[in-house]
């Protein structure tokens, strides 16, 4: 057992031990503050569609925390309070505890994902809610564009780092490169949060917004992408793309949102449909605190609703189907050795090795060759008027041989054609 587990699984049994105690002061468990008649509540419709308040029965979370590396977790009364357990700036333009909105478009960006994860419900059980409600949150903020100095793949590899070094069991990337392959530097990075025992949830992407391919680090083996669904259960057309590397479909038409001002907004894309599963992801490692990074995915796609129309798994549109949050937390699923997304230590090996080996340096081998024939004497000079050996030989001689006879034919018959006309002119004409 690694000792990120054996820490999680010594959190778990204190969460539980404590909760007895509590219970049996009261002598009846405290009510789950959940009012699903809620204007609020009543439009997050994937709590009861994706099935995660049965599995609240189970687990709402405690003891997992989830690093959201977006564009930071705005400072909401409430919804966070409680819940951001600490951040930092990767962009160069943010606040030490990554908790200031980054970028005049999408500053609102990371306070939507971070709520639809583990946001705060309030104590009566009204107004929005995360998936994982008692799960910590960890707020990187990086920048996009020119909202960052810093380059973007140098702010995604020091924010991987950072978030496993600070105590995160599952990482959110609701982002997408629009690129299949990815910066070199993200190799080292994504490896050591897999080495390190962290789930790492990543977008598919959103045709809507110009992404017609799964991009970077959408591609990475290992992560567990997302796909978007809508509100029936059916690929969403635009706020999803679709790709071989999908391993699970959510939500993510109709969505809402706690802005960095507190205010409620309405979305749409697979930037939400990931945090959703990155909750499940927290509820999976809050109910087994020793389960593994590749079991805990393992369950999310194997406990994963076969979509309608689905003929495979996986499929590019739902990967393995639609989520199960409660088949996640409570199901028998075998155990798995090897992370069920891929291996990015076997790809690094395999596509990285031309470019990372040196190249081999050409070795010289004496070759022998044999001696070549002693050259004729040399013969003595002459003048070239008179003939030479060779000159009869290969000259005079055949000439001789074949000119005589032939000088001797011509003559014969030309002697033959005079005696024939001599003969014609003594013969009288009629």
Not at 69 to 75: A, E, L, Y
Not at 148 to 174: C, H, Y
Not at 299 to 323: E, F, H, N, Q, S
Not at 380 to 406: F, K
Request: proline fraction near 8%; glycine fraction near 12%.
């Amino acid at each position: 057992m690694s000792r990120r587990r054996m820490l999680r699984s010594a959190v778990a049994v204190a969460v539980i031990a404590a909760s007895v105690l509590l219970a049996g002061a009261a002598a009846t468990p405290a009510p789950v503050p959940d009012d699903p008649s809620d204007p609020v509540r009543a439009t997050e419709y994937w709590l009861d569609g994706a099935r995660i308040r049965e599995a609240w029965q189970t687990t709402r979370g405690a003891g997992a925390t989830i690093a959201v590396i977006d564009t930071g977790i705005g400072k909401v009364p409430g919804i966070f309070d409680g819940a951001v357990a600490g951040g930092t700036d990767v962009s160069g333009s943010g606040t030490p505890d990554g908790r200031t909105p980054i970028g005049a478009i999408d500053g609102n960006h990371g306070s939507w994902v971070a709520s639809l994860a583990a946001g705060r419900g309030a104590p009566d059980g009204k107004g929005m809610i995360g998936v994982a409600p008692e799960a910590k949150l960890l707020s990187i903020s990086v920048g996009f564009g020119a909202s960052a100095s810093v380059p973007f793949t140098e702010q995604v590899a020091k924010a991987m780092r950072w978030a496993v070094d600070n105590g995160a069991d599952v990482i959110n990337l609701s982002f997408t490169t629009n690129t299949l392959d990815w910066d070199r530097s993200w190799d080292d990075a994504f490896l050591y949060a897999f080495e390190h025992d962290v789930v790492v949830v990543v977008a598919a992407g959103n045709r809507g917004s110009g992404t017609n391919i799964i991009g970077a680090p959408a591609t990475i083996p290992g992560v567990l992408t997302v796909g978007g669904v809508d509100q029936t259960g059916s690929a969403s057309v635009e706020a999803s793309t679709q790709g071989i590397t999908i391993g699970v479909a959510a939500p993510s038409e109709g969505l809402i949102g706690m802005s960095a001002d507190g205010t409620l907004a309405s979305w749409s894309g697979t930037s939400g449909a990931a945090p959703i599963v990155a909750g499940v992801a927290a509820l999976v490692r809050s109910a087994h605190p020793d389960m593994s990074a590749a079991n805990v995915i393992n369950r999310i796609i194997k406990t994963a609703v076969p979509a309608p129309g689905m003929t495979k798994a996986p499929d590019p549109l739902y990967g393995y189907g639609l989520l199960n949050a409660e088949g996640a937390v409570t199901a028998d699923v075998p155990s798995v050795t090897e992370n069920p997304m891929g291996d990015l230590a076997g790809w690094v090996k395999l596509f990285r090795r031309a470019q990372t080996q040196p190249a081999p340096v050409p070795t010289s081998t004496p070759v022998a060759v044999p001696p070549l024939p002693a050259a004729d004497s040399p013969t003595e000079p002459g003048s070239p008027l008179l003939p030479s050996a060779d000159s009869l030989r290969y000259g005079t001689l055949p000439l001789v041989v074949l000119t005589v006879p032939g000088i001797l034919i011509a003559l014969g018959v030309t002697a033959a054609a005079r005696r024939i006309r001599s003969a014609r002119a003594r013969t009288p004409h009629s």
